[in-house]
Structures are given as structure tokens and as C-alpha cells.
DNA sequence: GATATAACCAAGCAAGCGCTAGTGTGAATA
DNA sequence: TATTCACACTAGCGCTTGCTTGGTTATATC
């Protein structure tokens, strides 16, 4: 529809919703509310409901994409410091931008299907990121092991974490991320 | 409510439903008519759409469990035998009870919160099977790193299986287990 | 053959749903 | 000054929701 600061703003606040309550049990009148307007207003900023789901996922997904790239260009070369930083950036897209991906992992389901498609693309382009560190990794021997199961296994370790993962806890998500790829390299010395 | 056989079906069905559909989406009529029974007549077998959402989720995690608990009895006692086999166990309850499995990780928090205390405390049961065998496993060295992220790192993986492992596919739970755990073990010889 | 019980049905209530239509308003633009 | 535009409002339509009610039928038990 468009890209104003103020839908920005209504995005952000609308995952928090679809975070406590799921996608279907937020209602547009709950939406409305938690934004300051009233529920009829809401279609001016998003043409539906389904709209509202897609603008949250999507704006998770590129704030992923972006500080992984990030991470990437200012890390060391060697394949262990590109792991690590892109363990550590995953965990900060967490701790900046939880709730968006919180709704991408339980609530993908309820994208319609063009929608769905638009985002697997933006999705897919994040896992790229980190297959091509993971194969690096593997090619220079660092771990071990089938290279899509790797991968799936990887991802699924790190979307895990949006469960149990407490940003303001013990670990910070530079340590964290070092114990994660410490935990799949052959033991070192 | 009871226990009956004709009570274990519909929920075997209901499973099925909430998979394709999401909780909140299944309506009780749609439930029914799967049933091949008419929307009042479910009241009958439960209080609530609540409890048949209690159910399902239930006969999953007892369903681990069981396989579980079989496969640590009958397999060898060394450490990596029975990582192996905890491993393959769960990958068989994804066979054997997919939908409940995967209602379970996507529809915890509709549960009330009386049947999510319930619940809570067969997951971690189930839970706990784990961490003793990955305990076994770390003190025997097999395995390195932090006691309590090994085990979330584990059951991040294993769980985000649902997302893309199919049963029919190449590879069998054995040959996957065994893959896993390697990816996880110092380099042999 | 009377009684109990589990399983089912038809009908519908009260509440809530996503979304639309039509209107008002203050600020920017021509 | 006249027009446009973004943004918000009120009111409510048409439909679906989970669940209840009051009653019927098949099967088993005494």
C-alpha cells in the first residue's frame, strides 16, 4: 500500500498483539485500540487484516537480512568468525525485533498465498546467507557432516531460541553464539 | 472427561484438522462434520473446543514418551547408543503421531492455563529423558559444551524437524539420527 | 420387558467477527 | 481562496462463532 513512518509504527505495534494473542484471536477492533483509532480507520493504512500479518513478517525478515549483511562485511574472513557472526547477528535481530519474528515462525501459516510467496523470497534470501557460511565452514573442515542437514539443523537450533532465549539474562548474544558454533567444531588443540 | 475408545478417534481426527487448519480456524462445526457427527453431538465427548485442543496435545506427548522410555530399554547402555536411539525415537513419534506433534509446538499457548500447568509437566518428563541421556553423554566426553544449551540446542533441532523431515523421503529415522548425533560428536578415529 | 446409559440430532441464541459506506477535519498545495 | 489529501470518525451490515437446550435412538443390563 505504502511505506509511511506512521504504518511503521502501526507494523511494530501490531506484532506485539499478534505475539500475546495469535493472528486470529486479535481482532481489528484489539488492533485498533492498542494503535490509539478506531477500528474502521485501520483500512485506511491496510487494505485487510491478512495485510497487517504480511507488513509484520516482511519487515522482521529484511531488519534479519540487513544485520546479517552487516555482520558479515565488517567480520573477519576465516570461516569460524563468519559463523560466529552470523550466530551473533541472528540473536540480535531477536533481541531488536522479537516479537516480528516470533509472528514469522507460528503464524507463516496464515499468509495468503501471494503473500506467502513474496516472503518465502525474502526468507529463502536469508537462509542463503547462512548455507553459503555453513558450506564454507564445511569446506575448510570445521564441522562436519551432510550439508542440508547442517543447515537444518542450524536453523532449526536458532529459531529454537525465540522459545527459551532471554536477551536480558546471562549470556549476551556474542557469547552465546560463540558456545552455539563451539558446540559443532571438532574440539580444538 | 473419559477415556473411551470412540473419544480416542476423534481426537486422533480432530489432530488432523488443526494441523491443516490452525486451532482457531477449525471451527466446531468443521470438527464435527469430519467426525461425521453433527456440531452438538461433540459436546458430548468434550466440556469444550479447549479440551479436545488438551487432548490431542496429550496423546502426542504420552505417545513420545512411551517411545521413548521403549527405545532406551532396549538399546545398548553406552552413551552414544542411547543419544542414537532418543534420537531415532523421537524421529519415529513424528512418523507414527505427526499431527500431534506439530499441534503441540504450534498451538501451546491456546491452551487454558489449568491444561497448559497439565501439560506442562508431561513435556517436561519428556524433557527429561533427554537431558539425562545428554548428561551421560557430556561426562563421558562424547559430546562438549554448556550442559543447558547442548540439550536446548538438541531439542531446537530436533523439533524444527516437523518443519521439513518427510518420513517418505530418503532418508530413514535411523540413518537421520545417526547423522545427527555425528554432526554433534568429535571426529572419529 | 423395564431401566439405564451412551451417543446422537435439530434448532437456535448471544456475541463477536471482518469489513464497508459515508462523513468530517485540519494541513498542504495550486 | 479553492482544492486536494491523509487521516480519522460513526454506524452498522451480513455472517460466523462456540456452545446450549430439549429431545430421540441404539445398545446393554437387570
Known sequence: MNDSPRRKELTRQAARLFVREGFDRTTVRML??????KSGSLFHHFRDKQEILAA???AG????????HDALETCDRDPEARLHAMARAHLETLLTDRNAHVVALYE???LDDEARAHLAHLRDAYEALWEA????ALAAGLIHGDR???SRFV???LNWTVRWYDPAGARSPDELAGELIGMLMAPRG
Do not use: H, K, P, S
Open 56 to 58: 509484520v513478517i516482511e
Open 148 to 150: 542440508f542437514l547442517v
Open 108 to 110: 507463516w501459516r496464515r
Open 133 to 136: 557460511v555453513i558450506d564454507e
Open 61 to 68: 525478515t529484511r531488519n534479519a537480512i540487513a544485520i546479517a
Open 155 to 157: 536453523m532449526g537450533a
Open 32 to 37: 485498533a485500540e492498542e494503535m490509539g483509532i
